[in-house]
């Protein structure tokens, strides 16, 4: 992850740019996920402190970067699980 903060003083611009994998569970089979991310955002702030917390928003644009289905390619999901959908 790369952050650039500008301090305005009253207010502060921060641009960053994530770039990794996520491991979610698979809507299909519920077994571990690895989804590649690469996002990013633009934000500006109004500090209450000396500190500038970015986790939330980091969290979010990742989890909005996520597909709405989360599954393995066709053949990956575990087979234990997925016979009993087609039932």
């Known amino acids: 992850m790369t952050a650039d903060v500008l301090n305005h003083g009253l207010t502060v611009d921060a641009a ?3 770039a990794g994998r996520v491991t979610v569970a ?3 089979c519920l077994e571990d996920l690895v989804i590649p991310v690469q996002t990013s955002f633009e934000e500006s ?5 000396d500190e500038l917390d970015l ?3 980091v969290y979010d644009y990742v989890c909005i970067s996520l597909p709405m289905q989360r599954v393995h390619p066709e053949g990956e999901c575990n087979q234990e699980t997925t016979k009993y959908l087609s039932k």
Do not use: G, K, L
């Open 16 to 18: 960053c740019t994530m």
């Open 26 to 28: 698979c809507d299909r």
């Open 45 to 49: 702030y109004t500090p209450e402190s």
């Open 55 to 57: 986790r939330q928003d």
